[in-house]
């Protein structure tokens, strides 16, 4: 009986999943159509990008989507350093969102950069001052950690017991090496504007970035482990554990508690305080990133009818998503002052078609991983299933 | 806190940014803080220099000629109203409530300047000699450069599908020879002089002595740690559009940070691997008590 409801359920996700899965591959077709273009004509022929505004969109994506890869780190370091056995079911849906995540910011910045031909000039050429020196490093390892993170389920599924074997055997100084290359990058995005302090609101502004960036980053990587298991096990038909999320929500609302601690902390320590309460459209917005990112889930989270509801956690991680993703913009644009005072910037259409097409392209692959990689189980169902040898799916 | 040169302190710390810095200090970010001025190593007084009088600028234009010609700019399909990758350097006319004035726009060529501290492949670095120069062969496109410089100089050839970026070089390369920078050699009305920063810097008080219509300042003396190219007016810099920049370099707070990497780095490696160990040990403790 269970057996003929999971039939039913299936077929009914995979008719509404096909227009799904048609929508995104267009989309991503459209942003690899858009992206070619982009590359051919160069960047005042296909976007809104200026001297007054020399990061737009696309820059203010990968902030978000670094951050909100950052699930991959914060679940490794949740389960393999801090010994959390009990988050082991989410470990692999959040690795697959940072491996995604990743390759597609590496993607959009290879678009974004003047020179898309020389990508790889951080390699030879060293400028140890800067951060973005350093982000672009750790990017290029932490990907690769992330691959070796992701290269069991592959190699497991193309029956490579030796290489998985010792890949299993070094998951602790590999997870070690990715959580410290992620608190690297994920500081030093906040480093980033730490170089400009003229141009900077002082409510985006402090010294405390990097420290507000990586908590920020980690509150935001347990939001989208969240936000990506309910999303993933209803495409994929899974039914995920309403109290394993509701835990990673609980650790979340900590994080958040410190963040909010230090950021209004540092503006009450520094006398800037009242930068907060001008009511003017930067306090205005300085308040609905910190309502949306951090307060929201600091009462959502700790709230029953939310831990026990799939949709109060769903909708808790999107606004945590929207508000991170609003806080990563407002420090690129509102919070900065353009070069020409009085300059704006709205994105051309190619500049959303890439950017749209990117996100479509990483949602399918996800969904394709998901569907045909041991995603939604653990290490050790996984080693069962192996010596039981039975095909995968079967039950 | 002077240096060599017994010029002013380029930054003092005060009590606040002490205080912001024990904050931060478990991260290790109190390593070596005096490497945040790189410029230390250089003798920025005795390296060239340029002052801009706008008083005696005429607004001729001849500077901007002259920098094309010499640069081998190529020419813009309309007058620019600012300075871009292919116009490094304007003049434009001030005319407000404080009075009527020119000014002279292009790189500052500063003494620790923002664009070569965050420049991610070095492809900017300020030389002995004075000038930020730039290398074609290594930039690859990031624009982090004018993302920082305070005074918005780096600019990008947008048009460009494989664009660089284009500003100011102090005309490093007449430098070498013996020649002075073609925009000061081309004005005939005095208003540019070319010397070293300290011979600037003394004529430039000079005139504020001798004329009390001056603005008792020198713009680029201590402006984000100082500017090799110097500006003296009558007109409120400010009005001129000139940022307002204390005496420290523009990045030292991210220098300071990036130079503490290598500390936070091996203090995460220590405590992650550490709270792996304790959990460790801590599951086996439990797992023991249940049998």
Redesign the interface.
Known sequence: MAMTALTTEFKKISARGKIVLGILAALAALGLVTGIYR???????TTN????Y??GLWLGFDFTLIAFGGAAFTMA?VV??????KYESVLRPAILTGFIGYVSVLVILLID???????W??IP??????????I?WCILLYTIVLTLEIAPLVLGRLNQPKIVRALHAAV?PVT?AG??LS??HQ??LG??Y??????THLLWW???L??LYYLSAIGMGLSATILVMLIGSKAVGHEPKVDVLAGLGNISVWVWVLYLVLRIG?LL??GDLGAMFAFDSKSTLFWIEILLMAVAPIVLYSTSQVQKSKSGLFWTALIVTLGLGFNRFNAMFSG?AP??VGATYFPTFVEFAVQIGVLAAAALVWYLAARLLPIFETGAESEEHAAETAPAGAS | MTNDHGQKPSHTLTR??L???A??GA?GLLLRPELAY?SGEVDAENAAAMLYDATKCIGCRACEVACREWNDLPPEPEPPS?T?AHTWTLIKQYQGEAGESFRKYQCMHCLDP?CV???????LSKTEEGPVVYDTS???????C?????F?VP???????????GKCTFCADRLATGLIPACAEACPAGALTFGTRKQMLQEARKRIKQNPGYIDHVYGETE?GGTSILFLSDIPFEELGF????SAP??H???M???A?PV??VT??AV??G??WL??R??EGLKEKEI
């Open positions: 590359l051919l004509t160069g960047l005042g022929a990008l200026s001297d007054s020399p990061w370091m393999h350093l801090f010994n959390l056995e950069l003047g020179r898309p031909d020389r990508f000039g951080f050429w060293a400028n140890i001052h800067s951060p973005l020196f350093e672009c602790i070690v959580v410290v608190t690297l500081s030093t480093t980033m730490l170089a400009l302090p003229g141009r402090t010294w405390l990097p420290i540092d320590f520094t900065r070069t020409n | 606040r940014d205080l912001k810095l904050g931060v991260g790189a600012d871009t923002a501290s965050v420049c991610t492949v070095g492809a290594k930039c690859i496109g990031c624009r982090y004018q993302y920082a410089c305070p918005g600019k990008f050839e947008w048009e460009n599908p494989l664009g660089l970026i984000g940022p307002t920049l204390g523009v990045t707070a991210s220098v940070v990036a130079n990497t936070t780095c995460a490696a992650f691997s709270i792996y959990t460790k801590r599951n």
